[in-house]
């Protein structure tokens, strides 16, 4: 399989930064917001997202030179007791600031790097710099190139991408296509793992994916303002009828490899059919979102000596609470989910192993330790609660998985706690 890609990223930034200081002509950037979650797809905590930067901010930031501040801290405790994955405890600190200087009213030049910190390391887990041209010719495209909006951002499930990627594998760099409108949006990227120099003994790998949601119907009920709240704006009331699908292809290979291993790529395809219900509270600024997700998911590989193909089924019913301060000074999003997972043959080169069902390739260097060999068909009854809490721009998060196999009669339950904090902020520099 031929895959040809040029990839041309000029980014040239020389500034001295200055002492910040306040000013309202550059807004705060929040880790999350309640009208962010009405078009979500995912199983994730809404505060890990990064959303993309918006059509106001670019207007607002146009010829400004400014300093964004984004400080996370983590708690994450995996107790895996089946054979699927291996558990695991972590505790850590992110850091990444960026300088975004705006070129005009539609563009966005970003530099600045990503370090992680985990306790009882020596060094840092991890020190990369990012770099990010942002173009929005219109409100509902955006076009990024270099370290695109990644993570729990891309809103994939965790079949396709495991939660705690968020913490190991955070930052993704390449292309990327974002659209939104009232009936659809989408996400297309390309994040190149690997780029391999001539006569490497390596392997390129890179990985392309496209997520996209319908909305086909969609009934809305009368509106209900309150004053100084515009909780509104993205959250529409009523009942609403949408179809998710994406496809994602993991590739490693090259044709400028020394080494004699095979040329791998795995496919992930998803389509499903959502049913959500949403309404509000008339008493106070409280939001309810009721939602119905059944998917479909493929899976198959492409290797010069294996081709085996893998089918599943996911079911998942879920209920939000989300309340408002009139004064944005707190905000509560409280979220209940419960579904149920048949797998057949199933394997995602990023998905949670949990919900592996299959033996996985050495070629796709997945340790062995948290291969499923025992069983093809396999059967989960998942949980998720998150509580998150905004405490003037500081966003904490609690979360709390659990993964029941009906199947086996011993070691047939899996754990996970997680413990978020995160300091978003923007401070103009001139």
């Given at each position: 399989m031929k895959h040809l890609f040029a990839i041309t990223i000029t980014l040239l930034l020389a500034s001295t930064v200055a002492q910040a200081q306040d000013t309202t002509v550059a807004t705060p950037r929040r880790?999350?917001?309640?009208?962010?979650?009405?078009?979500?797809?995912?199983y994730s905590m809404h505060l890990l997202y990064d959303q993309p930067v918006t059509s106001r901010e670019l207007i607002q930031g146009c010829r400004h030179l400014t300093l964004d501040i984004d400080a996370s801290g983590f708690f994450y405790d995996a107790e895996y007791a089946t054979s699927m994955a291996k558990g695991y405890t972590v505790a850590g600190f992110r850091l990444s600031p960026a300088l975004a200087y705006g070129i005009n009213e539609r563009a966005q030049l970003r530099i600045g790097f990503n370090a992680t910190a985990f306790a009882g390391l020596d060094s840092l887990y991890c020190l990369r710099p990012t770099l990010s041209l942002v173009y929005a010719p219109t409100k509902w495209l955006t076009l990024v190139a270099g370290t695109i909006y990644g993570s729990h951002t891309h809103r994939l499930d965790a079949p396709v991408y495991d939660p705690s990627r968020w913490i190991f594998n955070y930052q993704e760099d390449g292309l990327q296509i974002l659209t939104k409108t009232k009936l659809w949006n989408s996400d297309t990227w390309l994040d190149w793992q690997h780029y391999l120099t001539p006569w490497t003994p390596d392997q390129e790998r890179f990985t392309m994916g496209t997520r996209h949601q319908f909305r086909i119907i969609n009934i809305q009920k009368?509106?209900?303002?309150?004053?100084?709240?515009?909780?509104?704006?993205?959250?529409?009331?009523?009942?609403q009828l949408s179809i998710p699908i994406h496809f994602i292809a993991s590739h490693r290979g090259g044709e400028l490899k020394t080494i004699d291993t095979n040329t791998v790529t795995t496919f992930n395809e998803r389509i499903g059919l959502q049913i959500k219900h949403s309404f509000a509270n008339a008493l106070r600024p409280s939001f309810h979102n009721i939602r119905f997700?059944?998917?479909?998911?493929?899976?198959?590989?492409?290797?010069?000596?294996?081709?085996?193909?893998?089918?599943?089924?996911?079911?998942?019913?879920?209920?939000?609470?989300?309340?408002?301060?009139?004064?944005?000074?707190?905000?509560w999003a409280v979220r209940a989910a419960v579904g149920f997972w048949h797998?057949?043959?199933?394997?995602?080169?990023?998905?949670?192993?949990?919900?592996?069902?299959?033996?996985?390739?050495?070629?796709?260097?997945?340790?062995?330790?948290?291969?499923?060999?025992?069983y093809s068909i396999y059967n989960?009854?998942?949980?998720?609660?998150?509580?998150?809490?905004?405490?003037?721009?500081?966003?904490?998060?609690?979360?709390?998985?659990?993964?029941?196999?009906?199947?086996?009669?011993?070691?047939?339950?899996?754990?996970?706690?997680?413990?978020?904090?995160?300091?978003k902020e923007r401070f103009l520099l001139f």
């Amino acid at each position: 399989m031929k895959h040809l890609f040029a990839i041309t990223i000029t980014l040239l930034l020389a500034s001295t930064v200055a002492q910040a200081q306040d000013t309202t002509v550059a807004t705060p950037r929040r880790a999350h917001h309640p009208s962010a979650l009405g078009n979500n797809a995912d199983y994730s905590m809404h505060l890990l997202y990064d959303q993309p930067v918006t059509s106001r901010e670019l207007i607002q930031g146009c010829r400004h030179l400014t300093l964004d501040i984004d400080a996370s801290g983590f708690f994450y405790d995996a107790e895996y007791a089946t054979s699927m994955a291996k558990g695991y405890t972590v505790a850590g600190f992110r850091l990444s600031p960026a300088l975004a200087y705006g070129i005009n009213e539609r563009a966005q030049l970003r530099i600045g790097f990503n370090a992680t910190a985990f306790a009882g390391l020596d060094s840092l887990y991890c020190l990369r710099p990012t770099l990010s041209l942002v173009y929005a010719p219109t409100k509902w495209l955006t076009l990024v190139a270099g370290t695109i909006y990644g993570s729990h951002t891309h809103r994939l499930d965790a079949p396709v991408y495991d939660p705690s990627r968020w913490i190991f594998n955070y930052q993704e760099d390449g292309l990327q296509i974002l659209t939104k409108t009232k009936l659809w949006n989408s996400d297309t990227w390309l994040d190149w793992q690997h780029y391999l120099t001539p006569w490497t003994p390596d392997q390129e790998r890179f990985t392309m994916g496209t997520r996209h949601q319908f909305r086909i119907i969609n009934i809305q009920k009368r509106k209900t303002e309150w004053a100084g709240c515009d909780f509104y704006k993205d959250n529409e009331l009523g009942w609403q009828l949408s179809i998710p699908i994406h496809f994602i292809a993991s590739h490693r290979g090259g044709e400028l490899k020394t080494i004699d291993t095979n040329t791998v790529t795995t496919f992930n395809e998803r389509i499903g059919l959502q049913i959500k219900h949403s309404f509000a509270n008339a008493l106070r600024p409280s939001f309810h979102n009721i939602r119905f997700d059944m998917s479909v998911y493929d899976y198959h590989l492409e290797d010069r000596d294996l081709d085996r193909p893998g089918q599943a089924f996911y079911s998942t019913l879920s209920y939000e609470w989300m309340h408002w301060n009139k004064q944005q000074m707190a905000d509560w999003a409280v979220r209940a989910a419960v579904g149920f997972w048949h797998g057949n043959h199933y394997f995602s080169a990023f998905g949670d192993p949990r919900f592996w069902s299959h033996t996985a390739y050495a070629s796709l260097h997945v340790p062995q330790s948290t291969i499923n060999e025992g069983y093809s068909i396999y059967n989960l009854l998942t949980f998720t609660l998150s509580v998150e809490h905004e405490f003037k721009g500081l966003n904490l998060g609690l979360q709390f998985d659990a993964c029941y196999n009906p199947d086996h009669s011993k070691n047939n339950t899996d754990f996970l706690f997680g413990f978020y904090m995160r300091f978003k902020e923007r401070f103009l520099l001139f």
